[in-house]
C-alpha cells in the first residue's frame, strides 16, 4: 500500500508540474473585443440609428414613384387653335391636326432619398434634414429632370428653421393629386429660408419667416394683338412679352399662427412682398409691396373612421400673385406653348402689368379650396378636393400700350378644378393610386375686341381632364 500511494503521488505531482509547464506557453493577451452592434434610437419623432462613434440619431427614408398619366391632348389642341386663329390671322405654326404629333401618355418615374439626423441638446434636438430627388420622363404631363436635386435641406433648433423649406405661408399646399390644385405651394418644390417657431401651450404657435422672393414678373406671357403676337417666341415655344424683373431687395416677410389639437387644427398666415418690376421700353420701373393673407382649417372626423378629416382654405393677394394659388401648374403652365392640363387657357400670371403712360396695375388674385381625406378601410382611401381661382388686373389693364396698333388684354380670368386620388395600400409601404383631375376656365373678353378687326370671336371657355396611375414603393 505504501508503494503504491507512493506511485499515485508521483504520477500526480508529474501531471500538476506538466499542466503547469503548458499553462506557462499560453498566450497572455486578451481575446478579441465582441462586435459592435448598430444601435437603435429614437429622438423626437426621428427613430433611427446611432452613426457608429457618435451620439446622432439617423434616420433613411424615401421612395420610388412609377405613374402613366393621360389627358385630352384633341380637345387641347383644338382649343390652342381657335385661339391663335382668332388672335392671329397668321399663326400657321399650328394647324387642326397639331394633336397627332403629341404624346396624350406620360410616362414619368421618382426615386428620393431623405436623411434625418439628429441630436439632442439641452435646449431640445437639433435635426439636419435632406432630400436627394431624381426624376426622368418623357417631358408630358411632368417635366424631365436629369441627375440628383436638392429638393429640401434645412436644419432645426431650439425654434429655428434654417435653409430649403415649405413656406410657412402655406396650408393645404398643392393638395393630394399630383398637380397642384389652386392652393399656395411651395412645399412640392422647397424654398429657401430663415425663420423662428414660438411655441406655447395647447397646440399654439407663432413663426415670422424671411423668405425667399416670390416674384412673378410679366414675362413669358402672350398679348394679343389683332394682326401678331407683341414679342418674339422664345425657345420654349411660349412669347415673351414686356416687362424684366429687377434685382431683389427685399425677402417675403411672412408671419403665421398655427393651432393643433384633437379636433383637428388652423391656420393664419399673411405676406409682405416687394415688386421690383421694369416695362420692356425701360423707362418705368416699379417698386412697390404687395401682400397676401390665407387661412385654413381642419376637422377630424373619427366618427367617419379613425384617420379621416376635412379640411378648408381661403388665399387672397394683391401685387403678390404666387401666394394667391392661381399660379397652380393646373392654370397657366405651358408644355412647349401649350397647357399640359388641356384647358387650353392663355393668360397672363403677373404681380404687377404695365398699362402704359408711367402706370401699372398690381393684380388681384384669390383661390378657395376644400379638401376630404377619407379612410375607407386600413388599406383604401378616397381623397376628392375641389377648388376655385380668380385672378384679375382691373380696367387700367384692358389696353395694353405695346406697340404701335397696341395690345389686346383679357384681363380677368377664372377657374373650377375638380380632382380625387382613390389610393389601395394592400401591404404595408407600397400603394397604387388613381389620380383623376378636370378643370374648367374662362377668361373675359378682353375690352374693344372686335369681330371684324380681330379676326373672328374670342374664346372664353375652355376645359381639359387628366388621369393618371402611379405605383410608389416607400421606406
Known amino acids: 500500500m505504501t508503494l503504491m500511494k507512493s506511485l499515485l503521488l508521483g504520477s500526480a505531482a508529474t501531471l500538476v508540474v506538466v499542466a503547469g509547464a503548458q499553462a506557462a506557453d499560453l498566450p497572455t493577451k486578451k481575446g478579441a473585443p465582441a462586435a459592435e452592434y448598430v444601435k437603435v ?85 437639433l435635426l439636419a434634414h435632406i432630400e436627394l430627388q431624381a426624376n426622368a420622363g418623357d417631358n408630358r404631363f411632368d417635366s424631365t429632370s436629369g441627375g440628383a436635386v436638392l429638393n ?13 423649406h415649405g413656406s410657412f405661408f402655406d396650408y393645404l399646399a398643392g393638395g393630394d393629386t399630383w398637380k397642384d390644385m389652386f392652393s399656395p405651394d411651395h412645399s412640392g418644390t422647397p424654398i429657401n429660408l430663415l425663420a423662428y ?23 413669358n406671357i402672350p398679348w394679343y394683338h389683332p394682326y401678331a403676337w407683341i414679342g418674339a417666341p422664345t425657345s420654349s415655344g411660349t412669347y415673351a412679352a414686356s416687362g424684366t424683373q429687377l434685382g431683389v431687395r427685399a425677402p417675403d416677410i411672412v408671419a403665421a399662427l398655427d393651432v393643433t389639437q384633437s379636433w383637428g387644427g388652423a391656420h393664419l398666415a399673411g405676406v409682405a412682398h416687394n415688386v421690383r418690376v421694369e416695362n420692356s421700353s425701360g423707362n418705368s420701373d416699379l ?60 393668360f397672363p400670371m403677373a404681380d404687377a402689368i404695365y398699362v402704359g403712360n408711367g402706370s ?25 378636393e375641389i377648388a376655385y381661382a380668380s385672378v384679375d388686373y382691373g380696367s387700367a389693364a384692358a389696353y395694353y400700350w405695346g ?60 376645359d381639359g381632364f387628366n388621369a393618371r396611375i402611379h405605383v410608389v414603393r416607400s421606406f
Not at 433611427?48 to 385630352?72: E, H, R, W
Not at 391632348?73 to 391636326?97: C, F, G, L, M, P
Not at 429640401?152 to 430649403?164: E, F, N, P, S
Not at 388613381?434 to 374670342?458: C, K, R
Open 287 to 346: 417698386d412697390t409691396w404687395g401682400y397676401g393673407v390665407i387661412g385654413g382649417v381642419t376637422f377630424n372626423l373619427p366618427m367617419l373612421s379613425a384617420g379621416s378629416k376635412i379640411a378648408f382654405q381661403g388665399a387672397y393677394a394683391h401685387g403678390a400673385i404666387g401666394y394667391s394659388g392661381a399660379t397652380s401648374p393646373a392654370w397657366g403652365e405651358q408644355d412647349n406653348g401649350f397647357n399640359p392640363n388641356g384647358n387650353g387657357t392663355y
Open 152 to 164: 429640401a435641406g434645412y436644419v432645426q433648433w431650439a425654434g429655428i428653421t434654417a435653409g430649403k
Open 197 to 219: 417657431t414660438a411655441t406655447f401651450g395647447g397646440g399654439f404657435s407663432a413663426t415670422i419667416s424671411l423668405e425667399q422672393n416670390e416674384s412673378v414678373a410679366n414675362v
Open 403 to 462: 406697340s404701335p396698333y397696341g395690345g389686346i388684354l383679357s384681363q380677368k380670368a377664372t377657374a373650377w378644378w375638380v380632382g380625387a386620388v382613390f389610393d389601395w395600400s394592400p401591404v404595408k409601404n407600397l400603394d397604387f393610386a388613381l389620380d383623376a383631375i378636370y378643370e374648367a376656365s374662362h377668361q373675359s373678353t378682353p375690352y374693344g375686341w372686335n369681330y371684324a378687326v380681330n379676326n373672328g370671336v374670342f374664346h372664353n371657355d375652355s
Open 41 to 125: 434610437c429614437k429622438v423626437g419623432d426621428i427613430a433611427g440609428f446611432v452613426i457608429p462613434g457618435s451620439d446622432t440619431c439617423l434616420k433613411i427614408s424615401g421612395y420610388v414613384n412609377a405613374q402613366i398619366a393621360m389627358g385630352n391632348v384633341e380637345d387641347e389642341r383644338k382649343i390652342q387653335w381657335n385661339v391663335h386663329r382668332v388672335i392671329n390671322s397668321y399663326a400657321s405654326e399650328i394647324t387642326t391636326s397639331a394633336a397627332k404629333y403629341v404624346n396624350d401618355i406620360g410616362y414619368y418615374t421618382r426615386g428620393q432619398v431623405n436623411f434625418d439626423a439628429v441630436t439632442n441638446t439641452a435646449m431640445g434636438p
Open 360 to 384: 401699372w396695375s398690381l393684380s388681384n388674385a384669390w383661390s378657395a379650396a376644400a379638401q376630404l381625406t377619407w379612410k375607407v378601410s386600413p388599406n383604401f382611401e378616397i381623397d376628392p
